[in-house]
């Protein structure tokens, strides 16, 4: 195979990639955005979600039309057991960000390790078999069933959220609290009840990226800091409040890791999303598509 | 008397370590989850050059290497703090054990580098309690000049920094230079915690160095108190005997690390709802900035 198919290929499994990243970050950056909450713990909700998934599906065989959602509710209980647990009793009491940031490591930390211990440290994955079968023979890039349900996943999730953002009343007293905390609440807005929902919305939507992972590279504890790690940097180059920018963060992400085993070890990957970050916050720290910082 | 001796130089390293982040943390309000990065980089050093260069040339080389590494990482955060700076050093942790990994060259892969000859002065090797008598001076002597540093018109200025950033600026003060050369100071003092590691171990390898160590130093400065200096170094004497007693506790094999790790996660997010000042704390740091 010439080095330049390669690329492609390289490229085009970057796009796949990406819109995974941009499902990891998208959840991380709506609580970032609208709450006010960095959410560190979501790297060990999406940890659950994936194990959910593999017991459900995997272990007990059950179909996955029901495992899926069975994976879901159990997210998206942690979700909100984190909200009402942990943040909700730490906002109230006026604590800082630095003891919210400390607050929300330790909870990933030991999500991290309780998760390590039930499932070992190697995690679980599942053979994506059919799914990763040429869909036209001879064609460049390779184009299988699982890319192709990576990118429509994508894609309806990305344009669902713009829709209820930009189209729906609860989207707009989103936006509203995102934008003015105060001015929302003097209009009527039930804050922590947007929060809530936004937690919700947050946790529910580990799991198509859980699921994608499962499937591929697997659901691994050591890397719970590296979903966080990707969720903020998509968070931060897509910018504050732009929906479509977490997702080209995510590609961006994406493509440029996988460009980078074209001619790197595999092992170098991260060093590119970080060559990233620190580029993007000296010239751009509002991210590619946000508004400055008031 | 190996096991004391082996002890008590594990505190005075973890002491250096808890010290020099509660400077950039408890002081100045800047969150960090690298230090360990800094550690390693002294660490590396030492077993790099130690045998070419001698133990105290080596050890200041590490110094310096981590004092331009840590500068470099505050670059975009002069202007930004909290979480973008967290990032940013979870970031540089992330990246350092790939570095340590994948650059087999230079450092010898996952398997370490072996061998590193004892910490020697005029000649005479230091080992046992001649190496832990050297090192708690210099702990000791840290310890003070971080406590004058603190009462300093430049440790006045970090708190001022941590309590109120746009004040500092109004009045005209240099607060990019101040964060700058914090970082600077606080990764260079982290770096010789960790060329005296090496001369200790006589071995190193990226496990040493990597997050879930950068998260127990972190956790030291938040369990003793952010911004008390000796809060750290209790929260440093807890956790280096913490481990030592969860020993005795019959655990399944290989399930005793991930507990040991699990409890610690607890132990943060317990410390902010129970005591988030911390065990020497006073008050609130920048609760009500």
């Known amino acids: ?294 | 008397m190996a096991y004391p001796i082996h002890l008590l130089i594990t505190f005075d390293i973890f002491v250096l370590l808890a010290a020099s982040l509660d400077l950039l943390t408890g002081f100045t309000g800047l969150l960090s989850l690298a230090h360990a990065v800094f550690f390693g980089i002294g660490a590396y050093a030492t077993a790099l050059l130690a045998k070419t260069l001698g133990p105290v040339p080596a050890a200041l080389a590490g110094a310096a290497a981590a004092a331009l590494v840590s500068a470099l990482i505050t670059l975009p955060a002069i202007w930004v703090r909290g979480i973008y700076l967290l990032i940013v050093t979870i970031a540089v942790q992330v990246v350092f054990t790939v570095v340590l990994v994948n650059w087999t060259e230079l450092t010898g892969g996952a398997a370490g580098i072996p061998g590193i000859p004892p910490l020697s002065l005029g000649g005479h090797p230091l080992r046992g309690a001649e190496l832990l008598a050297v090192l708690s001076a210099f702990t000791a002597a840290s310890i003070f000049a971080l406590a004058r540093l603190a009462k300093s018109p430049f440790g006045r200025l970090l708190q001022a920094i941590r309590d109120d950033e746009t004040g500092c600026l109004v009045l005209g003060k240099n607060v990019a230079w101040a964060k700058v050369s914090v970082f600077a100071f606080a990764g260079g003092l982290a770096a010789l915690a960790g060329s005296f590691y090496a001369h200790y171990t006589s071995y190193v390898d990226p496990h040493s160095f990597d997050i879930a160590v950068s998260t127990l130093i972190l956790l030291m400065v938040m369990l003793g108190g952010a911004g008390t200096l000796f809060g750290p170094v209790l929260g440093a004497l807890v956790l280096t005997l913490l481990p030592e007693a969860l020993k005795f506790i019959p655990l399944p094999p290989g399930t005793a690390a991930p507990a040991r790790q699990l409890l610690f996660g607890l132990m943060l997010v317990v410390v902010v709802f129970v005591r988030p000042q911390g065990l020497l704390g006073g008050r609130l740091v920048g609760a009500h900035a």
């Not at chain 1, 959910?52 to 979700?79: D, E, I, Q, S, T």
């Not at chain 1, 890039?141 to 990118?151: E, K, Q, R, T, Y």
């Not at chain 1, 939507?205 to 859980?210: G, Q, R, S």
């Not at chain 1, 994406?254 to 070890?265: K, L, M």
Request: charged share 10%; net charge positive; aromatic share 10%.
């Open chain 1, 1 to 294: 195979m010439g080095s330049s198919v390669l690329l492609l290929n390289l490229l085009f499994d970057g796009l796949v990639l990406g819109c995974i990243y941009g499902l990891m970050g998208i959840g991380f950056s709506l609580l970032w955005w609208i709450s006010g909450i960095v959410h560190l713990a979501h790297g060990g909700v999406m940890l659950a979600g994936g194990f959910a998934l593999y017991v459900a599906f995997g272990a007990l065989g059950l179909p996955f039309v029901l495992a899926f959602p069975l994976a879901c509710v159990l997210a998206l209980a942690a979700g909100l057991a984190l909200d009402r647990f942990l943040y909700k009793p730490l906002i109230a009491r006026g604590t800082d960000e630095m003891g919210l940031l400390t607050a929300s490591l330790g909870t990933l930390i030991t999500m991290q390790y309780a998760l390590t211990l039930i499932f070992g440290p190697q995690g679980v994955t599942m053979d994506a078999d059919r799914l990763r079968a040429p869909l036209v023979p001879r064609l460049l890039p390779v184009f299988d069933l699982f890319a192709v349900l990576a990118i429509a996943a994508t894609a309806l999730i990305f344009v669902g959220l713009w829709f209820l953002m930009a189209r729906t009343r609860i989207g707009r007293e989103m936006r509203a609290v995102a934008e003015n905390r105060d001015l929302a609440r003097i209009l009527g807005t039930d804050i922590r009840a947007v929060q809530t929902l936004v937690g919700a919305v947050a946790a529910a939507l580990v799991m198509p990226a859980a699921a994608f992972l499962l499937f591929s590279t697997g659901i691994t504890p050591p890397e719970a800091l590296d979903i966080v790690l990707i969720a903020s940097v998509v968070a931060i180059i897509g910018g504050r409040g732009s929906i479509h920018g977490a997702l080209i963060g995510g590609i961006v992400i994406g493509i440029a890791e996988s460009a980078t085993t074209w001619q790197f070890a595999a092992g170098w990957r991260q060093l590119i999303t970080f060559a990233l970050l620190y580029a993007l916050l000296l010239v751009r720290p509002q991210g590619l598509f946000g508004k400055a910082a008031a």
